[in-house]
């Protein structure tokens, strides 16, 4: 059974359920949601997350979804077991205070067990093991009186398998799991009654969980660890929530030994063997790197359709490592040629089978992971450059190691992979000092930990919105889009976490309207300010408007006079000159992306934006920099279209209505069953939810300002619009006068007279400098003439006050070249200018067969002067800080040369 099969079971399984009814289908959500403690959705409960922590009203009481998912703590460990991916799908079904453990139980095992001509899966029953919490005696009860199993068939498990949590304080619950037996070639026997109540690792692959039922009852005080916790009650509504791993069902179906050989990934692997001529399943070491290609390129591939692009922190850090470790296996396996142009249409093509919108987003999609891939292949070259400098400098040295801090800075800082490091190394007869390496890994992971254990809790307690949202009964009714004032009335009112029955003068507080004109902020559009005036008089300035759960507005405010009380009138007045400033914006923004869309293709789409008053900023995917040209015709066209005055409007229609008209949307934004479109005339069109101007032509000009990147694949535009725009280029032009006037040119002669000054600037510069290398050079014939002789050696120590590190250079090589031929020569020049000294040595062939070194004698003089150096035996070069010691370093190298020349 294909994988597609076995996802579209599990779905009408639910959705088409008569015994505790029917679950509404739920599409994935995007791997990337708004939530502080996640990078990415990691489990199929996620996207459900308000739900089960009361922060929002679930709007049916049963649902089942195929969630895409992205775990990362293992990345490592991919491959080197059979059970480790970073991309899965799980499969779940959920009860939002509904159905409980006996429904729970019936449909998984219904499922489970039921005939394939039936519409089930069809599995061995003799092969299934369900597990429960020890001690749950009601959930062994249910399973015994649904599957019919003895007693001694239900494994008995303690907290670290089956009880949920968070991991903070919320809810959590006891667990049922079913599990597998793949038979005596995945692990040792055993007896079920006697197993628990820890699963013994070496039955991880034997007894495969395939489904963990999670009976969500309990409201937990304090998680100090998955088995350390207080259970402080029982939830208002007891939940369930369910997770099935698709490819492990998937494995199991295709009677295949691991996920990696299932029909959706084992196509990768085939391309592999054929690019790189070796086989899966001849070598450990060749079937580990086989492996983690096949799940590298999906979970790469997955994430890019969903928005993420590579960088260097977070999400992109991800993304970009997981590419990284698929090229470089590829590399490890023999391929040298760039990998992933041959891998990721074949992933491409399983994958679209369900997730349509990879062919869709192809050409982006396949931009962004080829550009990488690029990236990478260079930083492997300095990569190589570096460490050949290392294991260079190590051999001169003696050593046989290569430090641990060495090989962390070729990872840390120049993205070498260590097993790289380990294989060229060995290849030069070296060692690496594996240990300091991975105890400079495990600290930089200990300091992520932390830093992610900080942010748990960031959830936001959301209960006295939820209660305030609770008490209206509805929505808050949004009028922005028609009206800048309106009349509504005080519903709730929270400050200082919770909700409060009224305020003073001087007191912040969140005002809940049932209705407003003030938009909260979202989609990159900048929240309205303004002013609320109550009934009584009371008046309150409005500096903020955000919505912190679905379906509720809120204003944070200061009161200005009066006192403010839920139940009164409400006029609430937006500042329009700002709305209309940032409307304008927003509207520019939708213009521009349109305009580079056109000039640079469709891979030119929004990756983020800022709509702030007569200004925004654009962040769109690119996989360089953008051509002066192009810039100058994206703001022609979007100022052709503002003098073209085109009518900006809005429709609500269903998402399907919405592609199919050529809306687009925009990745990481949340979009409900219904969609708002704005369309500029019918050149642009997008979902949005913001404030728009009227028409074009209400946004005066727009000036762009220039583009830069900020980060891979990814570059930012800012512009002006409007008065702010105008504001600038009347700027421009006043600055443009004043230069005409004083270089006594028309403005279109400007940069032409420019460009002759700034070369005959440059002209004057290069003959100052011969001048200046000149006079330097004449003192040269002095040094040399004044040398000094210690024993047989010619010596010059000379302090060049004034003379950075090039001019000591210079001066060094031509007082060495003026020595006395066929003797001795050693010059040592130390220079300090703006704050820095450079050192300088330089000997000749003589002085080297002597035993002394230009090198040696800048590696003595450095901590003088407070800095370190080095170089070759014939010319060395350093420095350093520190300017009061330069005449005692000096001293040093005459002490130095007179100590080798004499042994």
């Not at 260590?418 to 390496?437: N, P, R, Y």
């Not at 960031?458 to 004032?485: I, K, L, N």
Request: include cysteine; charged fraction near 25%; proline fraction near 4%.
């Amino acid at each position: 059974m294909d994988t597609a099969e076995i996802r579209r079971r599990f779905v009408a399984h639910f959705e088409q359920n008569t015994t505790v009814g029917a679950h509404t289908p739920v599409p994935s959500a995007s791997l990337l949601l708004d939530d502080p403690n996640l990078l990415f959705v990691n489990a199929g409960m996620v996207p459900f997350k308000p739900y089960f922590l009361g922060q929002e009203t679930p709007p049916f009481p049963r649902a089942t979804s195929v969630q895409k998912c992205v775990r990362t703590p293992d990345i490592e460990d991919v491959g080197k077991t059979t059970r480790h991916g970073t991309f899965f799908e799980m499969c779940g079904n959920f009860s939002f205070g509904d159905y409980f453990k006996e429904g729970a139980i019936e449909l998984a095992w219904d499922l489970v067990t039921k005939p394939l001509a039936e519409g089930g899966w069809g599995l061995d029953e003799a092969h299934l093991y369900p597990s429960i919490l020890d001690g749950d005696d009601e959930a062994l009860a249910l399973w015994r009186k649904v599957t019919g199993l003895p007693e001694e068939r239900i494994l008995r498990l303690g907290r670290k398998e089956n009880y949920w949590s968070m991991g903070i304080p919320g809810p959590g619950g006891p667990c049922s799991e079913i599990l597998y037996d793949r038979g005596a070639a995945y692990g040792p026997d055993f007896d079920p009654a006697t197993l628990g109540p820890d699963m013994p690792v070496a039955l991880e692959d034997r007894l495969l969980e395939i489904w963990n039922l999670v009976f969500m009852q309990d409201e937990l005080s304090a998680v100090r660890s998955k088995e350390d916790f207080d259970i402080a009650g029982s939830l208002p509504k007891r939940n369930i929530d369910t997770g099935m791993g698709l490819e492990r069902v998937a494995f199991l179906l295709q009677d295949k030994a691991n996920m990696y050989e299932i029909d959706v990934m084992f196509p990768v692997i085939e391309k592999a063997e054929e690019l790189t001529g070796r086989r899966y399943g001849a070598s450990h070491e060749d079937d580990v790197r086989f492996r983690v290609v096949a799940d590298h390129v999906r979970s790469s591939l997955m994430l890019i359709g969903d928005g993420v692009t590579p960088g260097n922190e977070a999400r992109g850090y991800v993304l970009r490592r997981l590419l990284r470790r698929a090229v470089r296996s590829m590399r490890l396996l023999g391929y040298e040629d760039p990998a992933l142009p041959e891998l990721f249409p074949v992933s491409r093509d399983k994958m679209g089978e369900t997730y349509t919108s990879l062919h869709q987003d192809w050409e982006r999609i396949s931009t962004v992971a080829y550009a990488e891939e690029h990236a990478f292949r260079q930083t492997l070259r300095a990569g190589t450059t570096i460490f050949d400098q290392a294991t260079a400098e190590l051999k001169k040295s003696g050593g046989t190691q290569l430090t641990g801090d060495k090989a962390f800075a070729l990872h840390d800082t120049y993205g070498f992979p260590i097993d790289l490091t380990l294989e060229m190394a060995a290849e030069q007869g070296l060692a690496v000092d594996e240990a300091g390496f991975r105890r400079l890994m495990n600290e930089q992971r200990q300091r992520a930990k932390d830093d992610a254990k900080a942010k748990k809790g960031q959830h936001r307690d959301a209960s006295a919105y939820r209660q305030v949202a609770d008490s209206m009964g509805r929505a808050v009714e949004f009028t922005g889009y028609d009206v800048v004032t309106d009349e509504g009335s005080v519903r709730g009112l929270v400050a200082a976490g919770g909700v409060v029955s009224s305020a003073g003068p001087g007191d912040d507080v969140e005002i809940v309207l049932d209705r407003t004109p003030f938009y909260a902020e979202g989609g990159g559009q900048l929240a309205d300010q303004g002013v609320i005036e109550l009934e009584n008089g009371a008046r309150l300035e409005v500096r903020d408007v955000q919505s912190p759960v679905t379906g509720l507005i809120v204003h944070h405010a200061t009161v200005l006079s009066g006192e403010v009380t839920a139940g009164l009138g409400a006029h609430a007045v937006v500042d329009v000159e700002r709305r209309r400033a940032i409307s304008r914006a927003h509207t520019a923004t939708h213009m521009v992306h349109k305009a580079f869309r056109e000039a640079l293709g469709e891979t030119a789409t929004q990756a983020g934006s800022e709509n702030a008053p007569g200004r925004f900023r654009f962040d769109f995917s690119a996989v360089g920099a953008v051509p002066a040209s192009v810039m100058s015709d994206v703001e022609a066209r979007v100022n052709e279209v503002v003098l073209d005055d085109l009518a900006v409007h809005a429709e609500v229609m269903s998402q399907a209505e919405a592609v199919k008209s050529g809306a687009m949307a925009l990745f990481g934004e949340k979009y409900g069953d219904r969609v708002r479109v704005v369309s500029v005339g019918d050149w642009a069109r997008e979902l949005c939810g913001g404030t728009h101007a009227g028409s074009s032509g209400k946004l005066g000009v727009i000036k762009l300002l220039g583009e830069s990147s900020i980060g891979s694949g990814v570059r930012r535009v800012e512009a002006l619009v409007g008065s702010d725009a105008y504001r600038f280029l009347a700027r421009e032009h006043v600055l443009v006068a004043q230069l005409s006037d004083t270089l006594k040119v028309r403005p279109e002669q400007l940069p032409e007279r420019v460009n002759d000054l700034v070369e005959k600037l440059r002209t004057a510069e290069k003959e100052i400098e011969k001048v200046r290398v000149a006079q330097l050079l004449a003192a040269g014939g002095e040094l040399a003439a004044g040398a000094a002789k210690v024993g047989p050696v010619n010596l010059v120590a000379h302090r060049a006050d004034g003379a950075g590190g090039g001019d000591v250079r210079t001066l060094a090589l031509d007082v060495r070249g003026r020595l006395p031929q066929g003797e001795p020569g050693v010059v040592v020049v130390i220079g300090a200018a703006d704050g820095k000294v450079a050192v300088v040595a330089a000997i000749n062939d003589e002085a080297q067969a002597r035993g002394l070194s230009a090198n040696d004698l800048v590696r003595a003089v450095g901590p003088l002067v407070g800095g370190k150096g080095g170089g070759k035996a014939d010319v060395a070069q350093g420095g350093g800080t520190d300017a009061s010691r330069i005449d005692e370093a000096l001293a040093l190298v005459t002490t130095e040369v007179g100590r080798v020349a004499a042994g």
